[in-house]
């Protein structure tokens, strides 16, 4: 039994011809229940240093109303030149055959050969690619790569969207978050026919594994990236939710990723199971999936970022038990594959990608030491 779901299927698309214009397992040994009064407290008495986002917390006093721009999007299907009714902060790009041999160029740019990166399925591949704006976009394809599709995202412009933003900071003991709606999570897109695409299932935790998200450094806007994030994750890729249970910007400052119930705690349900997110393919259940935002092949994180992904990973192994230098057996619960690997991973432990990127990756014994004092 796959943990992924199928290929898309319910965004409609056209032809994009060469001048066409893009048309509409096992629970860990002593682990601690997590509750809401445990795990999610908001704790507006202390301080973390974590940047300046603010949520909502368990708890909290109300909302405040916000208005996000609302996600636009334009969807075609093959290769060739496209124009876009709209400055595109993205292209999304999926496809089918090898990891890597889809190629985007922007108006008046040079041609950007794309591979998998993060955002990997187990068909080919989808990549999310900086638009810087464009309102024009060229697609090839080598021959081992076919069934291509790509998608213009606008997640700074569009119409505004009315979001209920709780009043209060939310913090993961601590460690403070921005929720769903502090970011502008639009609802609607994990539903698919009027029923929830990818309805949520929970497994006790066993691995944190740590990603990077592939796109831009010095991002001036990281909330529209996790927007754009999402639109890629839950429609392009059909999983009906961004793959992640968290994601952390070079300021530090950390988000909600995958929608874990209406119960205020992030990434866990009241029991203390962990939702199930997609961001490692075959290694999803009782794996959780925290994203650095940017690309830290050559460059490692900002002081901020390290320290908040530190942090995070802390909190959630002293309240589930995990030991943070420990090497473990994951048992996939689904499928009951099993695999050796440390509590903290990279996501290059369980697939073929070069996530978390190099400098990342290498940084990961760092990171177990200094979770585990």
Known sequence: MSEQ???????????????????????????????????????S??????????????????????????????????????????AASYVGLRW????????IRLADGGWQ?????????????????AAQNATAYEVKASGAVSDVSSLAIDVTDGPGHTFHVPSEPTRVRGVRYLSRPAWGADESKRYKDGKVNSPETYYPLQIITVHHTATPNNDPDPAA???????????????????????????????EGRYSGDDGIPAFNPDG??????????YNSGALGIALIGTLTENGPTDAAKASLTRLIKVICRFKGLDP??????????????????????????????????????????????AAR
């Open 225 to 255: 990236t996790v927007r754009a994030i999402y639109e890629l994750h839950a429609i392009t890729n059909d999983w009906g939710d961004i793959g992640y249970h968290f994601l952390i910007d070079e300021s530090g400052t950390v988000y």
């Open 5 to 43: 779901p199928p290929a898309p299927s319910h965004r409609r698309k056209r032809s994009l011809s060469r001048r066409g214009v893009i048309g509409a397992a096992a629970a860990v040994a002593g682990a601690a229940a997590v509750t809401p009064a445990v795990f999610a407290a908001t704790d």
């Open 325 to 370: 230098q420990a090497r473990v057996t994951y048992v996939n619960p689904v499928n009951g594959t099993k695999k050796d690997t440390n509590t903290i991973g990279g996501h290059r432990d369980y697939f073929a990608t070069e996530c978390p990127g190099q400098v990342m990756y290498d940084l990961l014994g760092e990171i177990r030491a200094a």
């Open 273 to 282: 199971d962990l939702v199930t997110g997609f961001h490692s393919v075959g």
């Open 45 to 86: 008495g202390s301080t973390d240093g974590d940047g300046t986002g603010s949520g909502s917390g368990t708890g909290g006093s109300g909302t405040t109303p916000e208005k996000f721009p609302a996600t636009r999007t334009e969807a075609a299907t093959g290769t060739g030149e496209a124009t876009t009714a709209f």
């Open 113 to 129: 050969t794309v591979t998998a990166g993060c955002s990997a399925v187990e068909d080919g591949g989808s990549a999310l690619v």
């Open 96 to 103: 089918s055959g090898a990891k890597e041999g889809a190629a």
